[in-house]
């Protein structure tokens, strides 16, 4: 699972290319701090030997921690459709988007996880 949870920090190096575009600094450091919160998230939950609440609540970050970072993708998105940003140098376009969307690797098995957890609530209601 911490593999995984490496996805979104692989994804998060990608978004830093969209946010280095940005010309005020303060908005390029909330934007760079909003941009690691999914890994941060996923990285301690699946890094502990136990989680420090239930199942449930671990099921709704996970959730929030998968739209942020889609959310973030697709802003990413409009924001290069709308203002066409030039790359930069070494670091292309291309390779920043192959970055941001080997974050959705983790999707997969946290989707599985997920409707794991809600077909086994249903039983046990």
Same mark, same amino acid.
């Given at each position: 699972?911490?593999?995984?949870?490496?996805?979104?920090?692989?994804?998060?190096?990608?978004?830093?290319?969209?946010?280095?575009?940005?010309?005020?600094?303060?908005?390029?450091?909330?934007?760079?701090?909003?941009?690691?919160?999914?890994?941060?998230?996923?990285?301690? *939950?699946?890094?502990?030997?136990?989680?420090? =609440? #239930?199942?449930?609540? @671990?099921?709704?970050?996970? +959730? $929030?921690?998968?739209?942020?970072?889609?959310?973030?993708?697709?802003?990413?998105?409009?924001?290069?459709?709308?203002?066409?940003?030039?790359?930069?140098?070494?670091?292309?376009? *291309?390779?920043?988007?192959?970055?941001?969307? =080997? #974050?959705?690797?983790? @999707?997969?098995?946290?989707? +599985? $996880?997920?409707?794991?957890?809600?077909?086994?609530?249903?039983?046990?209601?």
């Amino acid at each position: 699972m911490i593999a995984l949870s490496i996805c979104f920090g692989i994804g998060a190096v990608g978004l830093r290319w969209f946010s280095d575009q940005v010309p005020d600094r303060h908005l390029r450091i909330a934007l760079m701090i909003l941009e690691w919160i999914p890994f941060i998230v996923t990285f301690f *939950f699946t890094f502990t030997a136990t989680w420090p =609440f #239930g199942r449930r609540r @671990f099921c709704w970050i996970l +959730i $929030f921690a998968m739209a942020l970072y889609l959310s973030q993708v697709v802003s990413a998105e409009v924001f290069q459709f709308i203002f066409h940003l030039p790359g930069q140098g070494h670091f292309t376009l *291309f390779s920043a988007r192959i970055l941001m969307y =080997f #974050g959705f690797v983790a @999707f997969i098995p946290y989707s +599985i $996880f997920i409707r794991q957890f809600i077909s086994q609530s249903k039983r046990d209601a």
